[in-house]
């Protein structure tokens, strides 16, 4: 009888966002729409009334604030993130490990029970409230080594993100990024900027972030339920690191070393690897993956790749489901 695979849980995270997603399944999807309204409800304990501002400009067509600005981009992903998380997780499949990327990871140590969805929401609403003070910029993708774009790194920009052998993300403040976005097109660089309007996985956002460890240091923490890989560290995190305030603080700063933590989740054996966000972004990573590529381990994408209208959210969550139950992960959905 075949071993059966892991089932592991890919949690997107800053530049994945875009509007309405996943809302096709608000009010169709009865445990993702309770997992959104609690962090919506969390969100008014805070402050008085952002939950339902969140949510506003999360559903509406025309959002009072960008979903690109942090005040919405992080506490949003956060929350679709985890919802998706408990929706797979009422198929009966308890995730073996978790691997998110960025603001993915504060969602994934919530489903890890690292933290309560109550602390960890007041965590990632108190981030993005403190970014709002750091310099406007942003992130850029770039089909290159890490060696290829050094030259054009100027002090200001850096090395943001590897998420894959050519897939380099650069961070930094405008006009720096904007410098470097250029030299690289004159070089004939393929370039595309991520929607984000900070700097994120950049120095830059240091200062702003400066004395928020006492805010992090007040929240108790517990050893992962599951086995829950950093992006940071390239590794699993064990009852120490996540009980360091310093590891979560400097998350938006540090570069997230993707491609290095998928290898290490893919060492450990063979997997199903379930993209639990909006976009396909890292399931299309994943399948560049040699262990994909060879079969031994697969890849499942719970929304569409792109935005569109709500049916497309819900029949790509139902073909995710009957995919994972064909790999015997769960049961077969009811017909």
């Given at each position: 009888?075949?071993?059966?695979?892991?089932?592991?849980?890919?949690?997107?995270?800053?530049?994945?966002q875009h509007p309405r997603m996943a809302a096709g399944l608000y009010g169709t999807e009865p445990v993702f729409t309770a997992a959104m309204d609690e962090v919506f409800g969390l969100a008014d304990i805070g402050t008085a009334g952002e939950g339902e501002r969140l949510r506003a400009d999360w559903l509406g067509e025309r959002p009072a604030v960008d979903l690109d600005h942090v005040t919405r981009s992080q506490p949003l992903l956060f929350a679709v993130d985890h919802a998706l998380g408990r929706l797979v997780e009422s198929w009966g499949a308890?995730?073996?490990a978790l691997l998110g990327h960025s603001i993915g990871e504060l969602a994934g140590a919530v489903l890890a029970g690292v933290f309560t969805l109550a602390d960890a929401t007041r965590l990632v609403l108190d981030r993005a409230r403190l970014l709002t003070d750091a310099p406007p910029g942003g992130m850029l993708a770039v089909a290159a080594t890490p060696e290829d774009v050094a030259p054009f790194l100027d002090g200001e920009v850096v090395v943001g993100a590897?998420?894959?052998?050519?897939?380099?993300v650069l961070a930094g403040p405008d006009p720096a990024l904007g410098h470097v976005h250029r030299a690289l097109e004159a070089e004939e660089f393929t370039c595309r900027r991520l929607p984000s309007l900070s700097p994120f996985h950049s120095p830059a956002l240091a200062p702003a972030l400066a004395g928020s460890e006492e805010a992090v240091?007040?929240?108790a923490t517990s050893a992962p339920s599951a086995v829950l890989y950093s992006c940071y560290?390239?590794?699993?995190?064990?009852?120490?690191?996540?009980?360091?305030?310093?590891?979560?603080?400097?998350?938006p700063v540090a570069p997230v070393l993707f491609r290095t933590a998928l290898d290490a989740v893919l060492s450990d054996g063979d997997a199903v690897l379930v993209e639990t966000g909006p976009g396909q972004g890292l399931a299309q990573l994943a399948r560049r993956h040699?262990?994909?590529?060879?079969?031994?381990?697969?890849v499942v994408s719970l929304l569409p790749a792109r935005p569109g209208p709500p049916g497309y959210d819900r029949a790509s969550v139902a073909a995710a489901r009957e995919s994972l139950a064909s790999h015997g992960l769960i049961g077969a959905p009811p017909r």
């Open positions: 009888m075949a071993k059966r695979r892991a089932l592991v849980l890919l949690l997107p995270g800053q530049g994945s308890r995730p073996d590897l998420n894959g052998p050519r897939q380099t240091a007040a929240v560290t390239a590794r699993p995190l064990g009852r120490e690191d996540v009980a360091d305030p310093v590891y979560w603080t400097r998350q040699p262990a994909v590529r060879a079969g031994r381990s697969a």
